[in-house]
């Protein structure tokens, strides 16, 4: 590798596409079989690949990850109702702390309103 070149990629750009062709075969919510997915990638690695798709048809989402474990290529799909925006948004935000959760359990308990809840989180 000459110096100030980026190591290649364990996923190939054709196994990765070969991949990705095969978990979205079919939309999984209205099982349209055209391939009709607009497809972005969220971010990357050397062994992996987040992905985000959205029929073209009925505008539901997917979110795919596809990694790379030795010489296989193997992907998970989420079917999801984020915006390619909200998953890039929530990708880099802090985790939910228990604090958090106690704190929502405690607002489910009391009944407070939404109003609060909101007013809480700004």
Not at 22 to 34: D, M
Not at 78 to 94: A, G, K
Not at 99 to 118: A, M
């Amino acid at each position: 590798m000459s110096e100030g070149k980026q190591p290649d990629s364990i996923l190939s750009a054709a196994l990765k596409q070969e991949a990705l062709d095969k978990l979205l075969a079919s939309c999984p919510l209205c099982q349209n079989r055209q391939g009709s997915f607009i497809t972005s990638v969220i971010s990357e690695s050397r062994d992996a690949e987040l992905v985000h798709a959205r029929c073209s048809i009925c505008q539901g989402a997917l979110v795919a990850l596809l990694f790379s474990t030795g010489p296989i290529i193997s992907s998970i799909g989420l079917v999801t109702d984020l915006s390619l925006e909200d998953v890039s948004r929530f990708q880099h935000s802090q985790a939910i702390t228990e604090d958090d959760l106690l704190t929502f359990h405690e607002w489910l308990h009391h009944g407070k309103s939404v109003n609060q809840l909101l007013k809480y989180s700004s």
